[in-house]
């Protein structure tokens, strides 16, 4: 299970803003699997990426004279781990492990963003919430593109 009450990983915004666990609103779980990749690899270095980059972003808003971030807190917790004794998981261990992670996070009261990693990671995330709040929820998944083509259903 995922490490809740501490994390060395770098924090999403960067660590001025990073609270402790308890007064986080939001919660960032990061996701770094990479197993039914069918086209380039390197999807498992994203959450890392996403972290690194989020350093540069302003957490000041302009039109609500407010540091949202700040306010609202959030934390990163350490990564869901891809391997067990050395080993990748598979795909139903890591739907399985990604949604009692998410569902730990979730009865704790977070609002939860999961970061990937592949397409994959999102069956776990989707699962947990339907399993806490039935159909009422909605999903937000960002993607370099729409993976809408015939061949990809």
Not at 86 to 92: A, D, R, T
Not at 96 to 121: C, M, N, P
Request: charged content about 25%; some cysteine.
């Amino acid at each position: 299970m995922t490490a809740i009450a501490t994390t060395s990983v770098l924090p999403f915004l960067g660590s001025e803003i990073v609270p402790d666990y308890p007064q986080a609103r939001i919660v960032i779980l990061p996701i770094p699997y990479e197993a039914t990749t069918t086209y380039r690899r390197g999807c498992k270095n994203g959450p890392a990426a996403l972290l690194e980059a989020s350093h540069q972003l302003e957490d000041y808003d302009e039109e609500l004279d407010r540091e949202i971030a700040s306010e609202v807190g959030i934390y990163t917790v350490e990564p869901i781990a891809d391997t067990r004794n050395g080993q990748q998981v598979s795909s139903e261990e890591m739907l399985d492990i990604t949604q009692k992670t998410v569902e730990k996070l979730a009865r704790d009261g977070k609002f939860v963003i999961g970061v990937g990693g592949e397409h994959s990671i999102t069956t776990g995330i989707v699962e947990a919430y339907r399993k806490i709040d039935g159909d009422d929820f909605t999903v937000v998944q960002i993607d370099a593109h729409g993976d809408l083509r015939h061949e990809y259903e």
